[in-house]
């Protein structure tokens, strides 16, 4: 820096974690993760916590469609091509008896600088199960995190 200049301390975001429990009131949570991902030039790892593993893996968000309507991959790309924008994104599903513990495990074996979860407008969670998720995760992890409000009409 410039002398007599004052540093900018700009996080750096390595990895970032988007929990989905792939209802229509996550996805604005996952379009967000994607786009931080793609500005960040970093892995995203969209992770799935339930209690079935009867879950298909066409449940996941389509990454390489979403790319493809955002005109960033031409029409029908293979999702090979989605590491030419310089992200990788792993899709990862986890059982759970505690989904909270769950993500809480995960986290600490997975470094993550951003945390990226849906929540409701009310009282700030997430209903997986009928359960406080988002919550307590954010405050147990410690780690930034942005929050994407859920919006009933």
Avoid: Y
Avoid at 97 to 120: F, G, I, K, R
Avoid at 130 to 137: C, G, L, Y
């Amino acid at each position: 820096s410039l002398m007599g200049q004052p540093r900018l301390n700009i996080p750096i975001i390595k990895n970032i974690v988007h929990c989905s429990d792939f209802s229509a009131d996550s996805h604005p949570a996952f379009l967000h993760a994607l786009k931080a991902a793609l500005m960040a030039q970093s892995p995203l790892t969209i992770l799935n916590v339930a209690n079935d593993q009867n879950i298909d893996w066409t449940e996941f968000p389509g990454v390489s469609k979403t790319l493809q309507k955002w005109k960033l991959l031409p029409k029908n790309s293979p999702r090979s091509s989605v590491k030419t924008l310089g992200i990788n994104v792993s899709k990862i599903r986890a059982k759970h008896s505690d989904p909270v513990q769950t993500v809480l495990q995960w986290l600490e074996v997975h470094p993550t600088d951003l945390l990226v979860l849906a929540t409701q407008q009310s009282n700030g969670w997430i209903h997986w199960m009928h359960k406080s998720v988002a919550k307590p995760v954010t405050r147990k992890s410690r780690l930034m995190t942005l929050l994407l409000p859920i919006r009933h009409l």
